[in-house]
């Protein structure tokens, strides 16, 4: 299946994101993901703060990841994220994270709704968010 739209973030873990091995903190993965997530829709110009100010929500409401091998402290993980499909009410994301070596260190899938902020309730997709998925670009080739 190609992506609809790739995008990437570098991360490099700190100190406090790893445990006493030196490897990163499996829930420290989590954070990178929505990282990445939260770049590539300000990539495609749909910012948090827009969403905010329009009554959107996009709670998480699942998340399943493969950790393949370790994330390491200081080390310069590149987290990729992809859309594979235009939503409708959910919209998942595709992430994989690699290290220095571009070996994969874990794959994982998040999928968010689309929600109404005052309500809380689970909404179509908003007609600026279909609009700015409908006119991407050609995938980045990553």
């Known amino acids: 299946m190609s992506s609809i739209r790739k995008g990437k973030v570098q991360v490099r873990p ?9 490897y990163v903190y499996h829930a420290n993965y989590v954070t990178y993901c929505h990282l990445a997530r939260t770049e590539l829709l300000r990539e495609i110009g749909i910012h948090d ?7 959107v929500m996009l709670p998480v409401i699942s998340m399943d990841l493969r950790y393949l091998k370790p994330g390491k402290y200081d ?36 999928t968010v709704v689309f929600a109404d902020s005052l309500t809380r ?5 908003p007609k600026f968010i279909s609009d700015a998925l409908k006119h991407l670009p050609e995938p980045l080739n990553i």
């Open 14 to 22: 700190r100190y406090g994101e790893v445990d006493q091995m030196g």
């Open 49 to 55: 703060k827009f969403l905010e100010e329009n009554g």
């Open 75 to 110: 080390e310069l993980l590149t987290i990729e994220a992809s859309i594979d499909e235009l939503p409708k009410v959910r919209f998942s994301f595709h992430f994989k994270i690699y290290n220095e070596e571009g070996e994969l260190l874990c794959k994982a899938k998040s």
């Open 121 to 125: 309730k689970p909404i179509k997709i």
